[in-house]
């Protein structure tokens, strides 16, 4: 049933064309009609177009895969350019003056929070993150916090988890100061606002893989670059949540304020920044996870902490201590995120009344300043500053243990099912390998129309052409054929996730039990780094783009089924009612009555699902995903720059089509407020 | 909107100011060492560590005796082969302790430059090659002649190869010549890359637990050899025409892979200034056998680094204690 219910959305093309044609006829209603003549007319321009130009493309480039004619090769200036970087490094006022700068104060940033944090010592960190997060956040919050600390130090991390925090703490800051002046941009300023908006909403669909080359380019490996790399990741959304909070403002009290004559300065900072509170801490919290996410990533280029002992772990297939180091990164961002949510949910509420005067304002910031002086001085007092090295407990073995007994029991010949690898062989075989071979064989221009068509049926003339774009300038760079390796990847990857999300959330949506039971799961699976699902995918699934697509499925189920889920929970009760009055069997009522209503939240999923998993798609080049992915790892792991940046780019452009090819949503919203 | 210009003005003052006080003068590129390196008054060294197994016994030797012989902390960072030179050069790590031989790099960094210097050699020689397992190879042992291989193409092929055999690759920072090999021997095999050397392991690993036969790219020293017993394929014979030849075009290679002396490197401010550290690592020098030995123990005992350095150092003083300065 479920992946009946589901094909439509999967599809956003014959959907269209289905809403166009014979569906609506039992029903026909004025949208149905606009909806078709709308869908009728783009159609008819698109065949126009295609019978121009399709005649004119085959007559001079007939050929399956993009023309030699009409690439650039890149490489060799790319190359160029980064030798030329390389040997100027200490020489060029550029690099003197500026990014030289700009890498040393990170470093002295870095170095200053880390060296706080070890003064402080594992009793000091400890006690002051527990009392911050008992005065902003509460009680609950504030014992996980010390439960997590304590994890990290148990399990041997305590000094890579302090260097990941410096390295956090510096990057956080520095994107929550450039995307809140930008977002301030975008608040005050339409013109500023529409200049952004389109750069923001792409760089949050980009995988984080594409944002390291550039920064290795001018930074070198190390820990400048890896800040730089996550600032740069972790801005869009700040920026973008202060924008939208800016200008979701209320009318009327900006009008009120402003007849009390107050200036241009005063109704900024005593009625919008305010209004706009909330959307600044969600600002804060989506900027400290996506930090967080690339801080781990950034260990490919020597960000250090708890990221890099993953990788470690990784190249010595050591699950165990993959997991000893991600253990600890999950923690600290469930104590983030935790931390950062209920200090937004508490800004809307009066402070509380009641309990002693002491422990209220500024009293009480005292008083946590005080305990974690004297907790810092006792544990200095009692030893070491680093975590006891006796109190550790080491969980590798038992772990690595429980990895092999799966790999013995599960990867072949068991018995009805099959093992993983039979699966992964038959996936690869009946699925993959039809799908790269239908796209690769495709004419060019048929791609670029398929392409165009679906981003126009969904969107509007600009999307398209956004789109088409992006999928031309994958040809010009030379990289057609990796790239439709990678997009054959992604789309089957997106199948199945939208199946199992699918079903997982119309079941998880009937059943409040089977919620409550996936929730805690889910936030798990939604903040573990991409790195920590590879290597045991290996060890089940062997070597190759079947490992890869089943990480990526893992890590983007999450989001499918929950936006699935309060889709289809948010559907109007009162509609379902009257279909149960009506008669209607539990079937009937979600095909015809929840579906449709879920549609945007259905569609949403669908575009999460694509920029997810198209982001672990390409880490799988770790793992023998092979295509862009691994011209990217190639490129970083041989300084081979130019290769790095072409496959780059064709990333971006891949993203940037996937994400117009699915993304309805923003025109609509443009109309409807 | 005169307030604006005058707060624009201001704001441009503070950035020059912030860009004054961070010191006005140059900043250089060249030497920045890791934020977390001598924290607390306490003497660090930063070592490179590469992906294998191998290199990171290395590592976890020297540092446990750096450590425990002569009160240094150690960092270590994993970068991969090239931009560990570029790292070297930077100062932001001290010391690679085991090199598989770059010559561009050599020539760029060491030549003109000047920002790194040899470190010596580590006492192991390397080799890379083609291997196929021991329990393949008795069956068939005209497979060990790279003409033969076309024959046995159909044996080692898999799902990723296409309808070639498969030829197994690992890392792609790995040192390799396999693309013009199979090229230009006119083989009908299919490079496929692993990814990560752990990818690789585990899949060697499966292979043989299946028996399975397989064609892969591997190299010596190597742990794996205990565990699964590999014989290597011979390629055509690996001669200086072919090697200058390949030098000037990688894509003419068509012999076997050399035999290399593995080198350490150090940055040059670091041999200079590094006290007892830099002369330790200067004199490191040890055997295939010992670093086998560690490598077994991290990679197939599953003991930490740190306990197999461990183990190894007490067992074996009369390796180490030379090394001391």
């Not at chain 1, 800051?173 to 301030?184: E, F």
């Not at chain 2, 670091?270 to 010992?290: I, M, R």
């Amino acid at each position: 049933m479920s992946a009946t219910a589901t094909r439509p959305s999967t599809d956003p093309a014959t959907e269209a064309a289905a809403t166009g044609t014979a569906a609506d006829e039992t029903r026909p209603s004025p949208l149905s009609a606009v909806v078709r003549s709308h869908a009728a007319r783009k159609l008819a321009v698109l065949v126009v177009i295609a019978a121009v130009l399709v005649p004119l493309a085959h007559a001079k480039w007939a050929s399956g895969s993009w023309p030699d004619a009409l690439t650039v090769d890149v490489s060799e200036p790319l190359g160029k350019a980064s030798d030329w970087i390389i040997d100027n490094r200490d020489s060029h006022w550029i690099f003197l003056y500026f990014f030289g700068h700009i890498s040393n104060a990170v470093i002295i940033c870095v170095r200053a929070v880390y060296v706080v944090l070890l003064t402080l010592g594992w009793a000091g960190v400890t006690a002051a993150s527990t009392l911050v997060a008992w005065r902003v956040a509460g009680v609950r919050v504030a014992v996980t916090t010390l439960v997590s600390f304590a994890v990290c130090g148990l399990l041997g991390m305590w000094v890579p988890t302090m260097q990941t925090l410096a390295l956090m703490a510096v990057a956080v800051t520095a994107s929550v100061v450039i995307g809140g002046l930008l977002g301030l941009a975008g608040g005050l300023s339409e013109r500023a606002f529409r200049a952004l908006r389109p750069i923001l909403d792409t760089m949050q669909v980009l995988p984080a893989f594409a944002y390291l080359l550039p920064v290795v380019l001018i930074f070198g490996i190390g820990v400048p670059g890896a800040v730089l790399a996550t600032v740069i990741y972790a801005a869009p959304p700040m920026a973008r949540l202060t924008a939208l909070g800016l200008r979701g403002a209320d009318a009327g009290v900006l009008e009120a304020v402003t007849s009390l004559g107050a200036t241009w300065r005063q109704r900024l900072l005593s009625a919008r920044l305010p209004l706009a509170r909330k959307e600044l801490l969600l600002g804060v919290n989506q900027a400290i996870m996506m930090a967080l996410s690339m801080a781990v990533i950034a260990s490919v280029i020597g960000g250090g902490g708890l990221g890099d002992r993953v990788y470690q772990a990784l190249s010595s297939v050591d699950v165990g201590k993959a997991l000893a180091a991600g253990l600890p990164i999950v923690l600290l961002a469930v104590v983030m995120d935790r931390t950062t949510a209920s200090a937004g949910e508490r800004l809307g509420e009066p402070p509380a009344e009641g309990g002693p005067r002491l422990l209220r304002g500024w009293p009480a910031w005292a008083g946590v300043g005080v305990i974690t002086v004297v907790v810092t001085l006792v544990g200095r007092l009692a030893g070491s500053q680093a975590w006891p090295t006796g109190w550790t407990v080491p969980i590798e073995e038992p772990v690595n243990q429980f990895k092999d007994w799966m790999v013995d029991h599960l990867y072949t010949g068991v018995p009805v099912v099959g093992g993983t690898a039979d699966w992964a062989s038959d996936y690869v075989k009946w699925i993959l390998d039809p799908l790269r071979e239908g796209l690769q064989g495709l004419p060019w221009y048929a791609v670029l129309l398929i392409v165009a068509t679906l981003a126009w049926l969904i969107g509007t003339w600009a999307t398209a052409l956004t789109a088409t774009a992006a999928m031309a300038a994958i040809g010009v760079l030379g990289v057609w054929e990796p790239s439709m390796d990678t997009l054959s990847q992604v789309l089957a990857a997106v199948f199945v996730t939208l199946v199992l999300g699918f079903a997982i959330g119309i079941a998880a949506a009937r059943s409040t039990r089977l919620e409550r039971l996936l929730r805690p799961v889910l936030d798990v699976c939604q903040t573990m780094p991409q790195f920590v699902y590879l290597i045991p995918v290996v060890a089940l699934f062997g070597v190759g783009r079947a490992p890869a697509a089943a990480a990526a499925i893992v890590y983007a189920l999450p989001a499918v089924i929950r936006i699935t889920t309060q889709g289809l929970r948010n559907v109007d009760p009162a509609a379902l009612e009257s279909a149960r009055s009506l008669g209607a069997t539990q079937g009937q009522q979600l095909r015809q009555v929840q579906l449709p209503l879920a549609r945007p939240a259905l569609l949403l999923a669908v575009n999460q699902g694509v920029v997810l998993v198209l982001a672990v798609v390409i880490i799988g080049g770790l793992v023998g995903s092979g295509a862009l992915g691994y011209d990217v790892v190639f490129g970083l792991a041989q300084g081979d720059l130019a290769t790095g940046l072409v496959a780059g780019a064709a990333i971006v452009c891949l993203g940037l089509m996937l994400d117009r090819v699915t993304q309805p949503t923003s025109r609509r919203d443009r109309k409807g407020a | 909107m005169a307030r604006t210009r005058t707060q624009l003005l201001m704001a441009a003052a503070g950035v020059a100011a912030v860009f004054t006080a961070t010191g006005c003068g140059a900043a250089d590129m060249t030497k920045q060492t890791s934020p977390y390196a001598n924290v607390g008054g306490a003497k660090s060294v930063t070592l490179s560590v590469q992906s294998w197994v191998g290199a990171q016994s290395n590592v976890a030797v020297a540092q446990y005796l750096l450590e425990h012989e002569l009160g240094y902390r150690v960092d270590t960072v994993q970068v991969d082969e090239v931009p560990a030179w570029d790292a070297l050069s930077q100062d932001r790590v001290d010391a690679i302790l085991e090199d598989w031989g770059h010559p561009d790099q050599e020539q760029r960094y060491v030549k003109d430059k000047k920002t790194i210097v040899p470190g010596g050699g580590l006492g192991v020689t390397g080799h890379i090659g083609w291997w196929v397992p021991k329990y393949f190879a008795d069956a068939h042992p005209d497979v060990l002649d790279w003409k033969n291989l076309n024959k046995y193409a159909k044996t080692f092929k898999t799902a990723e190869s296409g309808g070639k055999g498969q030829l197994l690759d690992g890392s792609p920072s790995y040192v390799t010549n396999d693309k013009a090999l199979v090229k230009n021997l006119k083989l009908n095999y299919q490079i496929v890359f692993a990814g990560s050397e752990a990818a690789q392991i585990t899949q060697m690993k499966q292979f043989a637990k299946a028996k399975k036969p397989f064609l892969s790219y591997w190299y010596e020293p190597q742990w794996l050899f205990n565990q699964v017993p590999m014989v290597e394929v011979k390629l055509p014979k690996y001669t200086n025409k072919c090697a200058d030849e390949g030098t000037k075009d990688p894509a003419t290679i068509d012999c076997a892979y050399p035999t290399t002396p593995l080198q350490k490197y150090l940055n040059a401010d670091f041999a200079k200034k590094g006290g007892k550290a830099a002369a330790f690592l200067k004199k490191f020098h040890w055997t295939k056998k010992d670093q086998n030995e560690v490598s077994e123990l991290i990679a197939s005992k599953g003991m930490s680094p740190q306990d197999a350095a461990k183990k190894w150092v007490e067992a074996h003083p009369d390796v180490w204690k030379k090394w001391l300065p």
